[in-house]
């Protein structure tokens, strides 16, 4: 054999003991593991940690494209630093003089590499099964532009440490230099510009700002716009509806959505858990965009469903939906589906909208059934309660005087 029979993932040097993962799997490794085998097209992720626990977790990207020829199935090799603690870029040579020291392909292809998916006779093989469809799901959107453009290199290399320029800590007294001095250099990553403090055009004044503090479409459009060269496919899996070499429209946002959360899931970086709810924040406070761009926002939240299903995957209680840590989401759901209703009765627009409320609906039952979330309007502020000698008094709530912005938190006009 003097090329392993399908795609394949060398990793030269790799200790043993040390967490490993790829996409939603994780193993710890052996001496005798040298890689991972039988891989699908598409898009992976492959992470590596010294400890299981929740320290520095480091990991690239890679593509494996449709070979050429079904005998000409691709290989990729990567090798250990052990003065980085990761896995750093190797030639194709010196991964082919490392395979020969160690007997050959058909020696290491039989003995040394595990397959990406078990048999799916086992429990775990079943598990791991519907992880990969998974990972599928969770990844329609990613292109490599986007990967490059987030990873800012052609590496694809992101660490727990990355982080955007907007989420950086500055801390008093120190210059950059001399934080990077004592944490390590912060490799920066490619956020998508989503400033929620300024969400209208520049030079606008009076109601069209106003107009752009309540309804973030504008920035939304723009945002969209800026990027869209971005969105052009280089890999060879073409998202659905795309027109040949552009994609369609919110696909680049759509993409980031995906490769953040999932390096949140991975890596457990904050950055991108900012940067994720940064655009759960700007999609859905978009009111005219709903009118203008129905397709786009059925896929969101499909894809919003999807990610939610894999939260509890998060270590460290990153994506803790609680009432507390949840919160801010359940507002935001809470606030669209009102948005739905009046879009859908101003336009007379069900049956343009109906793809959106049947995602819509999916994610509120889904959350109803998994944190009990009442996304309606339909609940009691105030009735008549009889206390225990018969007396009749009026009560009133005002616990969600928060999420119906009334009361303290009703929106108010100042002059400036």
Same mark, same amino acid.
């Given at each position: 054999m003097s090329t392993p029979p399908t795609s394949t993932l060398v990793l030269l040097n790799l200790p043993s003991s040390i967490l490993c993962g790829i996409n939603l799997l994780t193993f710890t490794t052996t001496p005798t593991f040298l890689g991972i085998k039988n891989l699908p097209t598409g898009f992976h992720f492959l992470f590596t940690s010294p400890s299981a626990s929740l320290s520095l977790r480091d990991g690239f990207w890679f593509h494996i494209p449709i070979p050429p020829t079904p005998d000409a199935p691709p290989t990729i090799f990567r090798r250990w630093s052990p003065e980085d603690e990761r896995l750093i870029p190797c030639t194709e040579p010196e991964g082919e003089e490392f395979i020969k020291a160690k007997g050959g392909w058909k020696e290491v292809?039989?003995?040394?590499?595990?397959?990406? $998916?078990?048999t799916a006779g086992s429990e775990n093989g079943a598990a791991e099964e519907d992880k990969e469809d998974a990972w599928t799901g969770i990844t329609n959107h990613i292109t490599s532009s986007i990967l490059t453009r987030f990873a800012k290199s052609e590496e694809w290399n992101i660490s727990s440490a990355s982080s955007g320029v907007q989420d950086r800590d500055e801390i008093p007294g120190l210059s950059r230099e001399e934080v990077r001095d004592v944490i390590g250099e912060e490799k920066e990553l490619g956020m998508?510009?989503?400033?929620?403090?300024?969400?209208w055009r520049e030079g606008a004044?009076?109601?069209e700002r106003t107009e752009g503090?309540?309804?973030r479409s504008w920035l939304l459009q723009d945002i969209c716009a800026s990027h869209q060269l971005e969105a052009q496919e280089v890999g060879t899996i073409?998202?659905?509806?795309?027109?040949?070499?552009?994609? $369609?429209?919110g696909d680049v946002v759509l993409g980031q959505m995906e490769v953040c959360f999932l390096m949140v899931l991975t890596l457990a970086n904050y950055s991108c858990l900012e940067e994720w709810k940064r655009i759960l924040v700007l999609v859905l406070t978009s009111e005219k965009a709903v009118w203008e761009k129905p397709e786009f926002f059925a896929d969101f939240l499909q894809l919003l469903k999807q990610q939610l299903e894999r939260t509890g995957d998060v270590e460290g209680g990153l994506f803790d939906m609680s009432d507390d840590g949840g919160a801010f989401l359940k507002v935001l759901l809470k606030r669209f589906k009102r948005t739905l209703g009046q879009v859908a009765e101003s336009k007379n627009g069900e049956d343009m909208l109906e793809d959106v409320k049947e995602e819509f609906e999916n994610v509120e039952k889904w959350v109803k059934d998994q944190y009990k979330w009442e996304l309606s309007d339909d609940y009691m502020r105030r009735g008549m309660l009889e206390l225990e000698d018969g007396e009749m008094v009026e009560m009133e709530t005002g616990e969600m005087a928060g999420e119906d912005e009334?009361?303290?938190y009703a929106p108010v006009v100042v002059e400036l």
């Amino acid at each position: 054999m003097s090329t392993p029979p399908t795609s394949t993932l060398v990793l030269l040097n790799l200790p043993s003991s040390i967490l490993c993962g790829i996409n939603l799997l994780t193993f710890t490794t052996t001496p005798t593991f040298l890689g991972i085998k039988n891989l699908p097209t598409g898009f992976h992720f492959l992470f590596t940690s010294p400890s299981a626990s929740l320290s520095l977790r480091d990991g690239f990207w890679f593509h494996i494209p449709i070979p050429p020829t079904p005998d000409a199935p691709p290989t990729i090799f990567r090798r250990w630093s052990p003065e980085d603690e990761r896995l750093i870029p190797c030639t194709e040579p010196e991964g082919e003089e490392f395979i020969k020291a160690k007997g050959g392909w058909k020696e290491v292809y039989e003995k040394n590499l595990t397959p990406y $998916r078990q048999t799916a006779g086992s429990e775990n093989g079943a598990a791991e099964e519907d992880k990969e469809d998974a990972w599928t799901g969770i990844t329609n959107h990613i292109t490599s532009s986007i990967l490059t453009r987030f990873a800012k290199s052609e590496e694809w290399n992101i660490s727990s440490a990355s982080s955007g320029v907007q989420d950086r800590d500055e801390i008093p007294g120190l210059s950059r230099e001399e934080v990077r001095d004592v944490i390590g250099e912060e490799k920066e990553l490619g956020m998508l510009g989503i400033d929620l403090k300024k969400t209208w055009r520049e030079g606008a004044v009076g109601r069209e700002r106003t107009e752009g503090a309540r309804d973030r479409s504008w920035l939304l459009q723009d945002i969209c716009a800026s990027h869209q060269l971005e969105a052009q496919e280089v890999g060879t899996i073409a998202v659905k509806g795309a027109v040949e070499g552009q994609g $369609r429209w919110g696909d680049v946002v759509l993409g980031q959505m995906e490769v953040c959360f999932l390096m949140v899931l991975t890596l457990a970086n904050y950055s991108c858990l900012e940067e994720w709810k940064r655009i759960l924040v700007l999609v859905l406070t978009s009111e005219k965009a709903v009118w203008e761009k129905p397709e786009f926002f059925a896929d969101f939240l499909q894809l919003l469903k999807q990610q939610l299903e894999r939260t509890g995957d998060v270590e460290g209680g990153l994506f803790d939906m609680s009432d507390d840590g949840g919160a801010f989401l359940k507002v935001l759901l809470k606030r669209f589906k009102r948005t739905l209703g009046q879009v859908a009765e101003s336009k007379n627009g069900e049956d343009m909208l109906e793809d959106v409320k049947e995602e819509f609906e999916n994610v509120e039952k889904w959350v109803k059934d998994q944190y009990k979330w009442e996304l309606s309007d339909d609940y009691m502020r105030r009735g008549m309660l009889e206390l225990e000698d018969g007396e009749m008094v009026e009560m009133e709530t005002g616990e969600m005087a928060g999420e119906d912005e009334s009361g303290e938190y009703a929106p108010v006009v100042v002059e400036l």
